[in-house]
């Protein structure tokens, strides 16, 4: 078959049809370039054995079958084609035109009918069949649709009248006239026992089931020709019949009466669902799914020849078809042979019920359309550049594709980003498309190198179980190292250190070092060369150069303790915090006192390293605590006073000595305190601080009645201090100890508010005295309630009880006999004869005066 295009010319018989259709063909093609809509069928052209046929013929009729074709021609010829168009039988039927042909769907059967007046209906495999000449030319002829298992081989032809044959019972054949008078009958069309056919008037339906003519559609457009504009009927299943004729379409729909309908009536009728005006004239129709495919008849009137038609191609259209309007799916205009010398009957379409097939057949002519496929979209999709589309739809269909493959697909789709000049999306695509195939991606990298564009591919290289050569690495590399230093260094980070020849690249880097021998970016990337190469020591020595922060990562990562022993003081001034806590980490791996050894010409970074530790660990660094006085004394002396609190290693005499040195009055106080000079630490609180409320709580904390009487003594000729201690003392010492010893006549800051405030502390001293008696008696008597209701519950005694004094049953053996038993709160049981006195006090208890086992129950 040669393919043909929708929207583009065919090749003509003649050069006066090639030089017409040059204008046709140009202003389609223009139409088609501004298009976006994607075609929803392909066309081909029926070749082979056609194209001879047609040659010196003219297709008149055509139908369909599954496994083949028949097509009868204007000499009255039938031909059995392959659905390739070669011919595998042909009969001379007459010298006049066949004006149908009717296939059975077993297509064994053939029904023939010739402008003659000639119909046949013939066995294919059998000699069997019908001949009849009538005289007049038979327009239509159908078979039964189970004409060759029917027994009684019914079949239809018509003219002026439509004749129904069948064989009786005798082997004879029957005839029945199911309609006449309305003029020509011009098509007809049977499926399961529906007969529609269609004349002058319009469209009839007859049930062969029933017997009966269940509807009449009027003909619309009663100003058109019926034999020009012939009606198209045709049957999407058993109950759905489609209408064309001239520019009106009808779908139409068998259903079953109401059986409670008492009129007389036949037992279908027929609803119309739909039904719609068209611009063009109809000259064939068939069912796509819920959609219709339309052949259309255009013809155009020039503006200046009035009187005459100028005919365009046909048009091949998908509708979806509404109540009473339709919605265009897809419209194309189609490049048959001599479509200039034609009409609207000259035109028909057939389809195949088997697969969506649409046969275009015109006199000199015939076109198969059919849907396109996974393939056809993935091509329509390519050729508009619609690559990314074509990708998605080639990997939702991967099965089903023949033609195109997705790695085809992409390598062209990454071909045109690579022309457009989008690299680093065609970069970033080749790893979606090349996958695992490291031919195919150097293939890719060479020729990203041949274009001066290595750079844009770099980041999207493979660098995981597949890899490239060695050597496509160090390409890019090169590349960047040359022109872009931070780019090579970032390659370096990203990319893992076994992909290609490290020793190679650190000679280029090295290279590089000596004209630029400052360069941070490439030193430091020198050192990732030189850590991804295990060569360590180097590598620390760069980053300590640079001061670079990995180096606390790659000595920890790698375990370079050993080579840092003589880099403390280098490490310290570089990050101290770090180093510290990196030193602490791995005390292990290199000693505190090693440490220290190393900082001794460091004093201020030694007391950063032995402050930490000491928060770490009190009793480490013990051996070190007397140089840290010193170190906290010269450094960092808030926090002294809390190293002398919590330390426990720390000379307190080498401590004090100096503090007094510094004269570190609050650190002097504390040492004292804690040496026993309680005195003396106060006496500098007051002579050499002079803060009263120190005082105050220093002797609060030492609780000592002398130290309180010192400081009443100091402070009773210093008024503020009186004041302080008024406003401080009276939950510690009688404040009348102190009223009592004030000058009278002293002037004294606040008097009347201090006084206040030790009478409203002392009310608050009674308020909570009273609160807490109150309190306890409260308690006490629930208490008292409690006990004394559990001491009133009975007490179970039965034979299994003893007394406590004679170790014998508390019950006696015989129940009449009178007996008495004591109980105590205790719980001990005695006889009562059994109790030394009645002074009824448990033996057992006894000596626990007066306690739970007072009282008494008789029993």
């Known amino acids: 078959m040669n393919a043909l295009a929708p929207r583009s010319s065919c090749p003509c018989d003649t050069p006066a049809e090639m030089e017409s259709q040059n204008y046709e063909e140009s202003t389609d093609e223009s139409e088609e370039e501004e298009s976006e809509d994607e075609p929803k069928l392909k066309y081909e052209r029926l070749g082979n054995g056609v ?23 204007h000499h009255g010829k039938v031909y059995l084609l392959d659905i390739q168009g070669d011919v595998t039988q042909h009969f001379d039927i007459s010298s006049v035109k066949v004006n149908q042909i009717s296939l059975d769907e077993s297509g064994e059967y053939i029904g023939i009918c010739s402008e003659d007046g000639k119909v046949q209906v013939v066995g294919l495999y059998t000699r069997e069949g019908f001949h009849e000449s009538f005289d007049c030319p038979i327009k239509i002829v159908a078979l039964h649709p189970q004409f060759g298992k029917s027994s009684s081989k019914q079949f239809i032809t018509g003219a002026n009248k439509l004749l129904l044959y069948e064989r009786n019972w005798l082997n004879r054949w029957k005839m029945t006239i199911l309609h006449e008078g309305e003029g020509m009958i011009t098509n007809v069309k049977w499926r399961g026992s529906l007969i529609a056919w269609s004349n002058s008037v319009g469209v009839k339906i007859y049930d062969a089931s029933s017997k009966q003519r269940i509807t009449n559609i009027t003909r619309d457009n009663m100003y058109f020709r019926p034999d020009m504009y012939l009606c198209s009927l045709c049957w999407k299943d058993n109950i759905t019949l489609i209408i064309g004729w001239a520019t009106s379409v009808k779908v139409c729909v068998v259903k079953e009466r109401d059986p409670t309908d008492l009129r007389d009536l036949p037992s279908r009728y027929v609803e119309i669902v739909s039904a719609f005006e068209l611009e063009f004239y109809i000259s064939g129709l068939a069912p796509l799914g819920e959609r219709l495919v339309l052949l259309m008849y255009v013809n155009e009137t020039l503006e200046q020849m009035q009187e005459n038609e100028h005919c365009t191609r046909p048009r091949l259209d998908i509708v979806h078809h509404l109540a009473d309007s339709y919605e265009d799916i897809s419209s194309d205009a189609l490049s048959v042979r001599g479509f200039q010398e034609n009409e609207c009957r000259d035109y028909s379409l057939e389809h195949s019920n088997g697969e969506s097939l649409f046969y275009i057949i015109s006199p000199r002519d015939i076109v198969v359309a059919k849907e396109r496929d996974q393939d056809d979209h993935i091509e329509w999709l390519l050729e508009k550049k619609k690559y990314e589309e074509a990708m998605m739809a080639a990997e939702i269909s991967q099965k089903n594709i023949k033609r195109h493959n997705i790695l085809d697909i992409g390598r062209a789709y990454i071909n045109y980003l690579v022309d457009k000049g989008d690299y680093h999306e065609a970069g970033r695509k080749c790893q979606k498309i090349l996958g695992k195939n490291m031919d195919l991606w150097e293939n890719e990298v060479y020729k ?52 290609y020849n490290n020793m190679a690249v650190v000679r280029s880097v090295l290279d590089h070092l000596d004209r630029a021998p400052n360069n941070r970016t490439l030193l430091k990337t020198l050192a990732e060369l030189y850590t991804y190469d295990q060569r360590y020591d180097k590598a620390l020595e760069i980053y300590l150069k640079l001061r670079h922060k990995d180096v606390f990562q790659l000595i920890n990562k790698h375990n370079l303790f050993s080579s840092i022993k003589d880099k403390i003081v280098l490490l310290m001034e570089f990050d101290r915090e770090q180093a510290v806590n990196m030193l602490l980490d791995n005390e292990d791996k290199i000693s505190i006192d090693k440490v220290v050894e190393e900082l001794k010409d460091q004093p201020e970074l030694q007391h950063v390293y032995l402050h930490n530790l000491f928060k770490r660990d009190h009793h480490k660094g013990q051996k070190f605590h007397e140089q840290q006085i010193s170190l906290y004394a010269e450094y960092d002396r808030p926090s002294l006073l809390p190293f002398l609190r919590d330390s426990t290693h720390c000379p307190l005499e080498k401590a004090l000595e100096i503090c007094q040195q510094r004269n570190f009055v609050e650190e002097m106080v504390f040492l004292l305190s804690r040496m026993g000079n309680s005195r003396r630490a106060l006496q500098m609180i007051t002579e050499e601080l002079q803060d009263v409320d120190k005082a105050i709580e220093f002797a609060k904390e030492q609780d000592d009645a002398e130290l309180w009487e010192d400081l009443i003594s100091y402070s009773i000729d ?47 001293q009674i308020l909570l ?61 005695f006889h009562k004869d059994c109790l030394p006195s009645p002074g009824m006090f448990c033996n057992i208890c006894s000596a626990k005066n007066r306690g739970p086992a007072s009282g008494m129950s008789d029993v």
Not at 809 to 821: G, M, N, Q
């Open 51 to 73: 194209t001879e046929i047609l040659q010196k013929d003219a297709a008149s009729c055509m139908i369909v079958h599954d496994k083949f074709l028949a097509l009868g021609t």
């Open 718 to 764: 210093k008024p503020p201090f009186i004041t302080g201690l008024l406003n401080n003392i009276g939950t510690h010492v009688d404040p009348i100890l102190l009223i009592h010893r004030i000058k009278e006549g002293m002037e004294i800051p606040n008097l009347r508010d201090s006084l206040v405030k030790i009478l409203q502390d002392y009310n608050l």
């Open 769 to 829: 005295r009273e609160g807490c008696k109150k309190i306890i008696v409260t308690d006490c008597l629930a208490l008292l309630k409690k006990m004394h209701k559990t001491q009133m519950r009975a007490v179970r005694v039965d034979e299994e009880n003893i007394c406590g004094s004679c170790h014998s049953p508390i019950l006696p053996a015989d129940a009449a006999k009178t007996f008495s038993v004591v109980v105590f709160h205790c719980r001990h049981i």
């Open 448 to 499: 990203f190198k041949k274009i001066g564009q290595l750079k844009a591919i770099s980041q999207y290289l493979p660098r995981g179980d597949l890899r490239l050569r060695p050597v496509v690495y160090e390409m890019i590399l090169y590349e960047f190292l040359e022109s872009d230093y931070e780019g090579f260094a970032s390659l370096i980070r990203e990319w893992p250190g076994d992909i």
